[in-house]
């Protein structure tokens, strides 16, 4: 288990945040367990509010900045059934009851929307524009970015995930019928299969 000094709440530590890209933080250790879910939260607080961070990149600045008594005044937790103030770092990560950073990957988001623009290339020859951006994290289904095209009216979106998969549909296509869109999903997509799918739903 990486040792983290003996971290505990109220340190001013650096840390990096728990996010794909994430930068290293400078703020206060806040170390939150959670009766309901039996677990500890770990977080830094900054002057831009609260961000999880990756508890083994924890580096102790200065002991004590905050007592940690003025971390709990007012925090819902302490009034739950079975709640504890949290040990050391070290301690609540050698029981358990610490959740390691997500496993992230497919790369940075730069790297996952050159991906998606990868796959994207058929519709952008059949004369399909983007519209919009956009990018999701996820803990459970994991983290994916997405593209709207516009063509003749129809808009449809691609969304590709961190496993390599691709979910495609129809976000406005004319139809009051919305039963008639066709959705389909892609494992391990390749330029080859999504050229396919396009295809099949005659987007080229």
């Known amino acids: 288990m990486t040792s983290t000094g003996g971290a ?3 340190d001013w530590v650096s840390a990096i945040e728990d996010r794909r890209n994430g930068g290293r933080l400078v703020g206060m250790l806040n170390l939150r367990y959670v009766p309901s879910l039996e677990y500890v939260q770990v977080t830094v607080e900054t002057s831009h509010g609260s961000a999880r961070v990756d508890p083994a990149t924890v580096v102790v600045l200065r002991r004590q900045e905050v007592p940690v ?3 709990e005044r007012g925090d819902p937790v302490v009034a739950q059934s079975g709640w504890r103030r949290a040990s050391t770092l070290d301690e609540e990560m050698a ?3 610490v959740r390691p950073a997500a496993v992230r990957a497919g790369g940075s988001w730069a790297e996952m929307f050159a991906r998606l623009y990868e796959l994207a290339a058929p519709l ?3 004369g399909w524009k983007v519209v919009k951006e956009m990018r999701e994290e996820s803990r459970e289904h994991g983290d994916s970015v997405m593209l709207e095209l516009e063509k003749a009216g129809i808009v449809i979106e691609l ?3 961190e496993d390599g998969g691709l979910v495609a ?3 406005e296509d004319g139809s ?3 039963s008639t869109r066709q959705y389909f999903g892609l ?5 080859a299969s999504a050229r396919t799918a396009f295809s099949n739903q005659r987007w080229i």
């Not at 494992?187 to 330029?191: G, L, N, P, R, S």
């Open 8 to 10: 505990a709440a109220g």
């Open 124 to 126: 952008s020859d059949a």
């Open 69 to 71: 008594a003025e971390l």
């Open 169 to 171: 549909f129809p976000v």
């Open 159 to 161: 969304e590709y995930y």
């Open 176 to 178: 009051q019928d919305h």
């Open 187 to 191: 494992e391990d997509v390749t330029a």
């Open 95 to 97: 029981a358990g009851f």
